[in-house]
């Protein structure tokens, strides 16, 4: 074999092995992507007992590390019942926005300068003053810029609505929510597109109440696609109950996606023509289907189903014919799920909300990913309860 087709299949492998790695999912677009495996696991903790101050912890995930699946920091947010929720990166990967659900803060966290050892840059305390809304649910990044979806208007109540910050953490814009759907949860944009989709939940009146006392009329069935360049609402699309997550597929040219509705356990799939959007149930899951990955070949779909303890493995290469592949049980009210760049591994948090949650221990678990399905390791089990700083409940994750 000459040097010069030596070298071309080099380059060649390199850049496979570098796509297989940065095909990193359900982050936003815009996002720098990762260009090796991930070293450090960041999970966004709300203190168990409500008393001590909110925290950002960091797990050794290097399995070359003889601190590997060890909490080897902690990050005190200064200031505790803020309902630590999720959280996102920057289009640089430079920092990491955090949103809370009942005290409305914002923390803008520096995880450049030391990603072993995050830093609180700045917490947003005047939030609902300057966007007119509560509730922070989504920081979803833009070049240069934050776009975070809100749960309600400034009173708790609805419509709800997204804002627009620069990266100083200043507002820039509000955009208003159409009046046939005022519910807000997640965002996600396709740029190739220009469009985003919006869904839906319930206002923060609502959900700070103990899930007994919750009214479950009170909650959105639907989807909005906007015009994303110009936030212009273009549709507005009835699914099953309280659709959450967006995800946009993969796959290339295409123009649909799907969202996990929690309280009608489903999932439901949007799909385009032209300019026109409709939905459809895709599938019937387990019990309160909480949280909605991909597989980054956008073969496979991952749902946690909250209500009936099991992550479900959905094959959808065939959108008529979608196919349970695996099951798996790794503990009690498994919520949150993150899947890696290369599609083999998926780590798992157990809290939902402090309203919601019913479980005794908290945790973040390792799935691994094959041919024949999951797997959950044996041997990964980080257990937040044993924190120096007392139990934690662990809910968004990032890696880096």
Aim: proline letters at 6%; one cysteine or more; charged letters at 25%.
């Amino acid at each position: 074999m000459n040097r010069m087709r030596r070298l071309g299949l080099l380059v060649l492998a390199a850049l496979l092995l570098v796509s297989a790695v940065e095909a990193e999912t359900c982050l936003s677009p815009f996002v720098k992507r990762l260009d090796r495996p991930e070293k450090y696991l960041y999970v966004f903790c709300v203190d168990a007992a409500g008393k001590n101050n909110d925290q950002f912890i960091v797990i050794d995930v290097d399995p070359d590390s003889d601190k590997y699946g060890k909490v080897t920091y902690q990050l005190d947010l200064g200031s505790s019942g803020n309902e630590t929720h999720h959280f996102g990166y920057t289009d640089d990967r430079s920092q990491i926005w955090g949103c809370s659900l009942f005290s409305n803060r914002i923390f803008i966290i520096d995880v450049k300068t030391d990603p072993a050892k995050p830093k609180l840059d700045k917490t947003l305390e005047n939030v609902v003053e300057k966007a007119g809304l509560t509730g922070p649910h989504s920081p979803y990044a833009l070049p240069g810029r934050m776009l975070i979806s809100f749960l309600s208007g400034k009173d708790g109540g609805l419509p709800a609505g997204l804002a627009e910050f620069n990266l100083k953490g200043e507002v820039v814009r509000k955009i208003e929510l159409p009046k046939d759907a005022p519910y807000g949860y997640d965002v996600a944009i396709q740029p190739d597109l220009n469009r985003m989709v919006t869904s839906s939940f319930t206002p923060q009146n609502n959900y700070k109440k103990p899930f007994a006392q919750m009214d479950l009329k009170n909650f959105g069935n639907k989807l909005v696609v906007w015009d994303f360049r110009n936030y212009k609402p273009l549709q507005t699309l009835t699914t099953g109950a309280a659709p959450l997550e967006c995800r946009w597929s993969l796959r290339k040219d295409a123009n649909h996606g799907y969202t996990n509705c929690a309280l009608d356990a489903s999932i439901w799939v949007w799909e385009g023509e032209g300019d026109k959007y409709t939905t459809r149930k895709l599938c019937d899951t387990g019990k309160l289907p909480a949280d909605l990955r991909q597989s980054p070949d956008d073969r496979f779909l991952y749902v946690s189903c909250f209500g009936s303890n099991e992550i479900q493995q959905w094959d959808v290469s065939d959108l008529k014919k979608p196919k349970l592949a695996s099951t798996i049980a790794p503990g009690v009210h498994p919520n949150m799920m993150h899947v890696t760049g290369d599609g083999k591994r998926m780590y798992i948090t157990n809290s939902l909300l402090s309203t919601l949650d019913r479980a005794n221990t908290f945790w973040v678990r390792l799935a691994h990913i094959g041919p024949d399905g999951m797997k959950v390791d044996p041997f990964f089990n980080v257990d937040l309860t044993k924190l120096p700083t007392g139990p934690a409940r662990g809910h968004d994750m990032l890696l880096h």
